[in-house]
């Protein structure tokens, strides 16, 4: 499936989404009724012209329809899904960051299609089943952890479990005893632990021995600043950058030894169509195209979400990669709802940060831009806050802090207002899903 070209996946595709489109309409009121609202009829489905008739499905509506399942059938996985709620294995919920978690079902069928996608992954990786890995993610029933692990036994991994609440010390000492060949965490989560550990024991990461750092839940992964220095606190470790899509069998894309975009490896069961963000038309998969990813999971069985945004950005390559795997690339460039506006111009949070860390070797990662009302529109100078990996001059800090502001200027073609934090005084923890998390509401 993997190698074949896009025109028969297309077939392959269509012919799918024709079925699951029947079989929604006929087994489902809630679907049934809206695709008449939409006025269109799935048994007339036919061509790709037809799809782009359909109507989306967001975050809201999936709350509101599990909100209204809750009290009409007494189950929160909404008046959507498709299967009986006895036939549901495994529940995920979101991670709620953004309002009431929602919840997603998988059935015996679902298992088996996400076993699927995430064994093409870790065979990209070149992970083989009896190798070791390290689990130090947050285990929750959150996509990117026990569901994480239900995949990793499944292709028969050694899987080490210790868990990124467990603490810095534990993770450390298990890494040590147990000399993991890939270890899955947050890209963040990673970066914490090149610091701590060598604070608070008297290891070091780079011993571990750990061959593979394969990162996920956060951009991250793929910023050349970042990667590099997980990689090298991890003793020369390859970094991969892992991600899926809100409805489908999750993961859908991963990153290479090339680093030049996460692969897409599932189009035979995640159909993915790139719209515009503002008038929502699909534009044409092709090499530089950016827009907002809509995913249809084509083989959903539990509560399949039709024509759901994501509302992340990305930029297309369907050049051939160095590394010669198959999979046209994303590039992620931020989250549309994240999406700031200054003067009129798109600014992404991240394209802030990537400009920050590489303008400065005097600064981490820890990159924050102030927002003071909840609109996306931004007065310049935008303030942005950064932090110092060490003590500077005040002379320094005016040097630093101005390079910073040209160097926004040239590439984002904003003015700011940079002040610099001492190291530590720009606090961050880390959430139930092991993300970022901002705690000091000052900033
Ligand atoms: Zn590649």
Not at 121 to 146: C, H
Not at 237 to 244: K, N, Q, R
């Amino acid at each position: 499936m993997e190698s074949l070209d896009i025109a028969s996946l297309r077939e392959i595709q269509l012919l799918k989404l024709q079925r699951l489109l029947v079989r929604v309409y006929e087994t489902s009121a809630y679907y049934n009724e809206k695709f008449r609202r939409a006025d269109v009829n799935p048994h007339k489905f036919r061509t790709w012209e037809d799809y782009s008739a359909y109507p989306f499905f967001d975050k809201d509506e999936e709350r509101a329809s599990q909100e209204q399942s809750r009290q009409v059938y007494g189950h929160p996985f909404g008046m959507h899904i498709c299967c009986n709620p006895r036939s549901i294995q495994r529940v995920s919920a979101s991670s709620g960051t953004t309002g009431t978690p929602t919840y997603g079902g998988y059935t015996r069928r679902d298992r088996e299609i996400f076993f699927e996608n995430s064994n093409r992954a870790y065979v990209r990786m070149d992970l083989v089943p009896g190798d070791r890995v390290l689990f130090a993610g947050v285990m929750s029933m959150w996509v990117g952890g026990v569901p994480f692990i239900d995949g990793l036994l499944n292709y028969g991994a050694c899987v080490i479990p210790v868990g990124a609440l467990s603490g810095v010390e534990r993770v450390a000492q298990t890494a040590a005893d147990t000399r993991p060949d890939l270890m899955l965490c947050t890209p963040s989560f990673a970066l914490y632990l090149i610091e701590k550990i060598p604070e608070r024991t008297n290891l070091n990461p780079r011993d571990f021995g750990i061959k593979k750092i394969c990162v996920y839940g956060e951009p991250g992964g793929s910023i050349k600043e970042i990667y590099s220095r997980i990689s090298e606190g991890f003793g020369g470790a390859e970094t991969y950058d892992i991600s899926g899509g809100t409805g489908t069998h999750s993961p859908l894309a991963i990153s290479c030894e090339a680093h030049a975009g996460m692969h897409y490896f599932a189009d035979d069961n995640a159909l993915l169509e790139i719209v515009d963000p503002k008038s929502l038309q699909p534009l044409p998969l092709e090499d530089g195209v950016e827009g907002e990813m809509v995913f249809t999971g084509l083989e959903r069985d539990c509560g399949p979400l039709v024509r759901w945004r994501d509302k992340d950005i990305v930029r297309v390559t369907t050049a051939p990669c160095e590394c010669g795997r198959p999979g046209y690339r994303l590039e992620f460039r931020g989250r549309s709802d994240d999406m700031l506006l200054v003067k009129g111009v798109n600014v992404f949070p991240n394209a802030v940060r990537d400009v920050v860390i590489r303008t400065s070797s005097e600064v981490t990662e820890n990159v924050r831009i102030v927002k003071r009302t909840a609109s996306p529109v931004v007065e310049p100078p935008v303030e942005i806050n950064v932090e110092l990996k060490s003590e500077t001059t005040e002379d320094q800090k005016l040097t630093i802090s101005r390079a910073i502001e040209a160097a926004l200027h040239a590439a984002l073609h904003f003015r700011a207002s940079v002040r610099l934090f001492d190291r530590g005084q720009l606090k961050v923890e880390y959430g139930a899903t092991g993300k970022l998390r901002i705690l000091d509401k000052r900033y």
